[in-house]
């Protein structure tokens, strides 16, 4: 029965927020459902505000304390400050809120507590200083912030594309309330992705800081974590840095590369929330050992060591709310103090000290009206607990019903189902793509049982020389043919349907080919392959199995077959070049040739234009002596002949000794001159010349 008490606890924690019956709201308790604020309130719009985080936790010896509750509440109204936020309460008083707070919720097992600084309702515009400061500090139950598994076996992380905001456009050493917006996103982002927390880089690149926490590294036995000038200064990372300097090791603070954390030994966050939780993987880099590391798990139990009191050395930063199986304050250091200062000071108490008054939980007060109805409350519970007459059939499977150990013909959808316990039994069938990876290396593929991973497929070609082949399948079985494949083929059935056929089938193809035909058909042979298992996997009956893809990646050849064929390569490589040398003569010489046709069409067509240019003006020439000649009347040539013995008779004046001859000539008469004289004969040739043109222009 406490067993079942136990673990309804246990997953009541998990899935829900573990309601409280307070919270302490500007100096009062409020029930939890009535702890309200109105819809205008100024931090809702604006987003100025401050908020801390602090812990507490059951020590070693069954007492309660708060860790570092004075570090926690100071870093809060610096916080304020830093925001420009007047906190109406001092540290001393937030202080003994949330410790009355622990008290009056009775969370003797630790919480974690949430005091938040923020703006209420009054005024709304940016400047923020005439809206009322209000404070509320809320604590409840709450496990380890990554999960159990996580403190356990590491998380996994992804280095967000996200930047932390700079300090330059924000307050970045506040725990503001406007500053988790950017956290915010990083985490969305990280977690759809399918990754645990995300990892913020400055404006510079280098690591900041988690979207909640601090980062550390251990390389070579050293741990490494980037120091706060662009980070939260943290409490948490502090105590961590003092007690592994107590163990022995060398802490360095620098900033750290993403390039660093792919290599490192070790990785770990540290906070308020995470505590000290180990990382086993970074962007899909397996870091160190993938587990947790020596050192984080030494770290990790010396944090929890110094929070649950079992190290006197940081027993001064503990709170205690209680004394053993008591609900009333311990006379711890912290509580000597302040009665010391109610004591000077006077109280309407009469200065006994911090006292709050007793108060039986409400359970206890109302036990005997109520305990038939909790009993049978509990009762049920515990029956539907153990036998789970219902399950949730989640989008991507189906169940399949047996019914006295038969399998029903029709599948369960997704959605919730009720069973008969021990008279039925659903099997959950996930109906998801799947892959079968052939390959001739074995590749991880950690905790996904959708990907199945076989050796590569080895082959005999056609002249019996050895190949492998790399490929991979996408298959999914088919949700209505569910429960007919698993009673037919059974759990294995990937083994007994996909597996074999794939084998046969890329056999017949690729055992149909030479080895050094392989690579330059590729594509013909995947094409064969695909097409081969497609129709032989869906022709079952009920078609079970339905292919998504088949994708050929690597076809493996023995190294003389590769050697072969490199060479082959190497001389059509070469025969190409030869082809494109004799290509890019013939093409020059067709170009020569055809600049030597050009040349000659062009003296051809000169030479015919020039022809035709004298042809012309022959025909010109003719056709204007016969105008000339049809033109010359009797009288006309009469006349012209007086006028050229008026010029011979000037000639025999200059040269009495010539004899002059006239010839006909056409339209101008040849003139003949006769001498022995040299000087004689020049002046006749001259004389001759001016006639000549004188007749000639005359007769024109």
Same mark, same amino acid.
């Given at each position: 029965?406490?067993?079942?008490?136990?673990?309804?606890?246990i997953?009541?924690?998990?899935?829900?927020?573990?309601?409280?019956?307070?919270?302490?709201m500007?100096?009062?308790?409020?029930?939890?459902?009535?702890?309200?604020?109105?819809?205008?309130?100024?931090?809702?719009?604006?987003?100025?505000?401050?908020i801390?985080?602090?812990?507490?936790?059951?020590?070693?010896?069954?007492?309660?304390?708060i860790?570092?509750?004075?570090?926690?509440?100071?870093?809060?109204?610096?916080?304020?400050?830093?925001?420009?936020?007047?906190?109406?309460?001092s540290?001393?008083?937030?202080?003994?809120a949330?410790?009355?707070?622990?008290?009056?919720?009775?969370? /003797?097992?630790?919480?974690?507590?949430?005091?938040?600084?923020?703006?209420?309702?009054?005024?709304?515009?940016?400047?923020?200083?005439?809206?009322p400061?209000?404070?509320?500090?809320?604590?409840?139950e709450?496990?380890?912030?990554?999960?159990?598994?996580?403190?356990?076996?590491?998380?996994?992380?992804?280095?967000?594309?996200?930047?932390?905001?700079?300090?330059?456009?924000?307050?970045?050493?506040?725990?503001?309330?406007?500053?988790?917006?950017?956290?915010?996103?990083?985490?969305?982002?990280?977690?759809?992705a399918?990754?645990?927390?995300?990892?913020l880089?400055?404006?510079?690149?280098?690591?900041?800081?988690?979207?909640?926490?601090?980062?550390?590294?251990?390389?070579?036995?050293?741990?490494? +974590?980037?120091?706060?000038?662009?980070?939260?200064?943290?409490?948490?990372?502090? +105590?961590?840095?003092?007690?592994?300097?107590?163990?022995?090791?060398?802490? =360095?603070?620098?900033?750290?590369?993403?390039?660093e954390?792919?290599?490192?030994?070790?990785?770990?966050?540290?906070?308020?929330?995470?505590?000290?939780?180990?990382?086993?993987?970074?962007?899909?880099?397996?870091?160190?050992? #993938?587990?947790?590391?020596? =050192?984080?798990?030494?770290?990790?139990?010396?944090? /929890?060591d110094?929070?649950?009191?079992?190290?006197?050395?940081?027993s001064?930063?503990?709170?205690?709310?209680?004394?053993?199986?008591?609900?009333?304050?311990?006379?711890?250091?912290?509580?000597?103090?302040?009665?010391?200062?109610?004591? #000077?000071?006077?109280?309407?108490?009469?200065?006994?000290?911090?006292?709050?008054?007793?108060?039986?939980p409400?359970?206890?007060?109302?036990?005997?009206?109520?305990?038939?109805?909790?009993?049978?409350?509990?009762?049920?519970?515990?029956?539907?607990?153990?036998?789970?007459?219902?399950?949730?059939?989640e989008?991507?499977?189906v169940?399949?019903?047996?019914?006295?150990?038969?399998?029903?013909?029709?599948?369960?959808?997704?959605?919730?189902?009720?069973?008969?316990?021990?008279?039925?039994?659903?099997?959950?069938?996930?109906?998801?793509?799947?892959?079968?990876?052939?390959?001739?290396v074995?590749?991880?593929?950690?905790?996904?049982?959708?990907?199945?991973?076989?050796?590569?497929?080895?082959?005999?070609?056609?002249? #019996?020389?050895?190949?492998?082949?790399?490929?991979?399948?996408?298959?999914?079985?088919?949700?209505?043919?569910?429960?007919?494949?698993?009673?037919?083929?059974?759990?294995?059935?990937?083994?007994?349907?996909?597996n074999?056929?794939?084998?046969?089938?890329?056999?017949?193809?690729?055992?149909?080919?030479?080895?050094?035909?392989?690579?330059?058909?590729?594509?013909?042979?995947a094409?064969?392959?695909?097409?081969? =298992?497609?129709?032989?996997?869906?022709?079952?009956? #009920?078609?079970?199995?339905?292919?998504?893809?088949?994708?050929?990646?690597?076809?493996?050849?023995?190294p003389?077959?590769?050697?072969?064929?490199?060479?082959?390569?190497?001389?059509?490589?070469?025969?190409?070049?030869?082809?494109?040398?004799?290509?890019?003569?013939?093409?020059?010489?067709?170009?020569?040739?055809?600049?030597?046709?050009?040349?000659?069409?062009?003296?051809?067509?000169?030479?015919?234009?020039?022809?035709?240019?004298? +042809?012309?003006?022959?025909?010109?020439?003719?056709k204007?002596?016969?105008?000339?000649?049809?033109?010359?009347?009797?009288?006309l040539?009469?006349?012209?002949?007086?006028?050229?013995?008026?010029?011979?008779?000037?000639?025999?004046k200059?040269?009495?000794?010539?004899?002059?001859?006239?010839?006909?000539?056409?339209?101008?008469?040849?003139?003949?001159?006769?001498?022995?004289?040299?000087?004689?004969?020049?002046?006749?040739?001259q004389?001759?010349f001016?006639?000549?043109?004188?007749?000639?222009?005359?007769?024109?």
């Amino acid at each position: 029965f406490l067993q079942i008490i136990y673990y309804l606890k246990i997953l009541d924690r998990i899935f829900t927020m573990t309601e409280a019956k307070y919270i302490w709201m500007d100096g009062k308790f409020v029930d939890w459902k009535d702890a309200k604020v109105h819809v205008l309130s100024h931090t809702l719009h604006y987003g100025n505000g401050a908020i801390e985080g602090t812990k507490a936790y059951k020590t070693h010896d069954g007492r309660c304390a708060i860790f570092k509750l004075n570090e926690h509440t100071k870093r809060l109204l610096n916080s304020a400050k830093m925001t420009l936020i007047d906190v109406p309460f001092s540290v001393e008083e937030l202080n003994d809120a949330q410790i009355e707070l622990l008290q009056k919720n009775e969370l /003797f097992d630790g919480a974690y507590i949430r005091p938040l600084v923020y703006l209420g309702y009054g005024v709304m515009g940016l400047y923020h200083k005439d809206a009322p400061a209000q404070v509320s500090i809320s604590a409840w139950e709450w496990g380890a912030y990554l999960g159990e598994e996580g403190m356990k076996k590491g998380v996994r992380v992804k280095i967000s594309s996200m930047t932390r905001t700079p300090n330059t456009s924000g307050m970045g050493k506040a725990k503001a309330v406007a500053n988790y917006l950017n956290s915010q996103m990083a985490k969305f982002e990280a977690v759809e992705a399918g990754y645990d927390e995300a990892l913020l880089r400055d404006d510079q690149g280098y690591i900041a800081e988690a979207s909640g926490a601090c980062f550390f590294i251990v390389r070579d036995g050293k741990i490494i +974590t980037p120091p706060n000038d662009n980070s939260l200064e943290s409490i948490t990372q502090a +105590t961590v840095i003092d007690i592994a300097e107590d163990l022995g090791y060398e802490v =360095i603070r620098r900033r750290i590369t993403r390039e660093e954390i792919y290599v490192a030994d070790e990785a770990f966050f540290t906070g308020t929330a995470v505590e000290v939780t180990p990382i086993r993987e970074v962007d899909c880099r397996v870091i160190g050992e #993938g587990e947790r590391g020596p =050192i984080t798990e030494a770290l990790q139990k010396a944090y /929890f060591d110094v929070v649950q009191g079992k190290n006197e050395k940081y027993s001064k930063y503990l709170t205690y709310i209680n004394q053993k199986g008591k609900f009333m304050p311990i006379d711890n250091d912290y509580f000597k103090n302040r009665q010391q200062q109610n004591k #000077g000071g006077g109280n309407s108490n009469g200065g006994g000290g911090y006292q709050p008054p007793f108060e039986p939980p409400e359970f206890f007060k109302n036990f005997g009206k109520k305990a038939g109805i909790i009993y049978g409350i509990i009762i049920v519970i515990a029956i539907l607990f153990l036998t789970k007459p219902f399950m949730t059939i989640e989008s991507g499977n189906v169940g399949i019903k047996q019914t006295l150990g038969k399998y029903e013909e029709n599948p369960l959808r997704p959605g919730f189902h009720f069973i008969l316990p021990g008279y039925q039994k659903v099997t959950v069938v996930d109906t998801k793509v799947r892959l079968m990876n052939y390959a001739s290396v074995e590749t991880s593929t950690g905790f996904d049982q959708s990907i199945r991973s076989n050796p590569a497929i080895n082959i005999l070609d056609a002249r #019996g020389l050895p190949v492998s082949i790399e490929l991979t399948v996408q298959y999914r079985l088919t949700a209505s043919g569910a429960p007919i494949t698993i009673a037919t083929w059974g759990p294995a059935w990937e083994d007994k349907i996909v597996n074999p056929v794939v084998r046969n089938i890329v056999r017949n193809v690729v055992g149909g080919f030479n080895a050094e035909e392989l690579p330059t058909r590729r594509n013909e042979i995947a094409t064969m392959i695909e097409n081969g =298992i497609r129709t032989q996997i869906e022709s079952l009956d #009920g078609k079970p199995v339905s292919v998504e893809s088949v994708q050929l990646r690597e076809i493996v050849l023995p190294p003389k077959i590769k050697d072969q064929i490199e060479r082959v390569q190497i001389a059509n490589q070469e025969a190409q070049r030869v082809r494109y040398e004799v290509e890019r003569a013939k093409q020059e010489a067709e170009k020569k040739a055809a600049l030597a046709k050009g040349e000659a069409d062009k003296n051809r067509i000169e030479a015919q234009g020039r022809a035709d240019a004298v +042809t012309i003006e022959a025909k010109a020439q003719a056709k204007a002596n016969e105008e000339i000649a049809a033109s010359l009347t009797p009288n006309l040539l009469r006349m012209q002949q007086i006028q050229v013995q008026g010029k011979f008779n000037e000639a025999l004046k200059e040269n009495k000794d010539a004899k002059i001859f006239l010839t006909p000539g056409g339209s101008t008469p040849n003139i003949w001159v006769d001498t022995k004289n040299r000087t004689r004969d020049t002046a006749i040739n001259q004389q001759e010349f001016l006639l000549l043109l004188i007749i000639q222009r005359k007769i024109k």
